[in-house]
């Protein structure tokens, strides 16, 4: 897939995943559209985007209102008349001891981690549909495969993300548009850096961002890493629940 002087929006591009991407398609000297709600942070990025030869809109928007989204995406109509490309990245990791259930634990978890996704493609599948044209990837993550102790509304929202995605390839493949689903594992970001539990086989952000850039030149659909770790979760996703209650049980009493 050609990813050269493309239209790019970037949703959670202020830190992370979402910010090294926008520097790698910068390079590309594609337009961006990045979307956050620290612009401030956006803004200290301008100078160092504008120098590869990129231009850039910056745009302040809280992915869990739909009507910032819808208009989000119209200024960026107005602006480069056309959308090429769009990674929805935009997530949050809360844990919860569900011995303490608190339900607007997962509600914020969901509004920015599926909602913040379906609001989004809400505007844009009609625009890539009546272009023939586009990808829109979904970051989802490799925790889809188990819900896991203390992360069972972050697991379940990211399962629903897999799920949603994977339910529209074959509807828009038909006009040309490709929707990709991205699964990473642990990666160094200022997210994973508040946890306090093991991480095995966290990688390093800017390996991270080349292996997603490069599934998407090559065209993949779905896009998992590191490869130890998605060998893993695909293990315990096929493991019988009797068996994987007992590793569950195990991490409780830990």
Known sequence: MELKNKN???????????????????????????????VELLEALKEQIENYGSELLIIKCDVTKK???????????????RIDGAILNSGIG????????????????????FFGIVYFLNELLPILKKQRSGFIAGVSSLADARSFPVSGFYCSSKAAV????ESLKAEYKPFNVKIISVHPGFI???????????????MDVDKAVEIIFNGLKKGKEIIRFPWQMALLTGFLKRMPDSWFQKIASKSVKK
């Open 162 to 165: 897999t799920a949603l995605l």
């Open 67 to 81: 009507d910032e989204v819808k208009k989000t995406v119209s200024l960026i109509l107005e602006k480069f008349k």
């Open 94 to 113: 809360m844990k919860q001891s569900f011995a303490n259930f608190d339900s607007s634990i997962g509600e914020q978890t969901f509004a920015v981690n």
């Open 8 to 38: 790019i929006l970037i949703t959670g591009a202020s830190s992370g995943i979402g910010r090294e991407l926008a520097l790698r398609f910068a390079k590309e000297k594609c337009r961006l559209i990045l979307i956050a709600r620290r």
């Open 188 to 202: 160094k970001t200022p997210m994973t850096d508040k946890n306090d539990f093991p991480m095995p086989y966290l």
